[in-house]
């Protein structure tokens, strides 16, 4: 989150030092409301604040840094891939963002906290809609849990059918599965021939062919980002990223080889087309 003091002055809030004598060595739970109004001033740790409420409801009037995920959606829409990233949930009553704790609790997140009703909030509120992702630097743990996406294709893709492949992901001899996280997914399924959205992610596994023509070795990873406007736009602001089958030896950037090949598809978003109507 960016510019969490300019945002606490622009919401006329006003916080009394004394609010948090001892907590240089007291550390509170993000579920009481200065040490949330401190990580927020602060930026003192990575987290993502988490309004499950309505659109309706975030836009009268929502805590600072807030996101909107409703919380009938977020099984399908975490804010993040990353399981030990620290999640703040809150709702009007308490009674929401309980369930929406339990729900990324059981998908494996470790460290969401429920803060509870935004009536415990002590701030001023910020009317508006939802912040609107502007970029998205990858790290590591943004593709760990890369199986639990959902997965393109139906049987293993090989061949070359557009005559670009070369070496790369084993050759045409190779057998490939694609990976989509969920800002990836809705566009696949919409089929609307847009850009992808900004977050999205998707994950090609390159198998050596086995002896009797099966999927052999899990050989390479490589993976495609969907950066911001201002990232790369002759190449659909892609970024491009290889890695072995557990994620070490990672080399990214704005990989010349991987775009020049994909550029073949830059009517589809610069993502070739050929899985578009296995979801």
């Known amino acids: 989150m960016k510019g969490p003091l300019s945002i606490f002055l622009a919401a006329g809030f006003v916080l009394a030092t004394a609010s948090f004598a001892g907590c240089a060595t007291t550390h509170k739970p993000y579920d009481d409301p200065d040490a949330l109004a401190k990580l927020i001033l602060e930026n003192s740790e990575p987290y ?10 975030y836009a009268s009037g929502h805590i600072p840094t807030a996101v909107n995920i409703p919380v009938n959606t977020i099984a399908d829409h975490p804010p993040t891939q ?43 509120l910020v009317e508006g809609d939802s912040p609107v992702l502007t970029d998205f630097d990858a790290k590591e743990s ?12 139906i049987d293993a893709v090989t061949g070359d059918a557009f005559g670009v492949l070369g070496p790369a992901h084993e050759a045409a001899d190779g057998l490939r599965d694609i990976y989509v996280n969920v800002f990836g997914k809705s566009f696949y399924l919409e089929a609307c021939g847009c850009t992808f959205p900004i977050g999205a992610i998707l994950v090609k596994e390159a198998y050596k062919k086995a002896a009797g023509g099966g999927k052999g070795e899990l050989a390479s990873l490589s993976m495609m980002v969907k950066r911001g ?35 073949v598809a830059k009517s589809w978003d610069f993502v070739f087309n050929t899985m578009k109507n296995k979801l």
């Not at 809150?90 to 929401?96: D, I, M, P």
Request: proline share 4%.
């Open 48 to 57: 993502t604040l988490v309004d499950v409420r309505t659109p309706e409801e």
């Open 82 to 124: 990353d399981k030990a990233a620290l999640i703040i949930v809150y709702c009007q009553s308490g009674g929401r963002s309980a369930t929406a704790k339990k729900t990324l609790d059981g998908m494996g997140y470790t460290r969401v906290v429920n803060f509870g009703s935004v009536t415990r909030w002590k701030g001023a």
């Open 142 to 153: 943004d593709f760990q849990a890369y199986r639990t996406w959902t997965k393109v294709n």
């Open 229 to 263: 406007e201002s990232f790369d736009p002759p190449n659909g602001n892609w970024e491009y990223f290889k890695s072995a089958p557990d994620l070490s030896g990672m080399t990214r950037g704005k990989l010349a080889g991987c775009a020049a090949c994909h550029v």
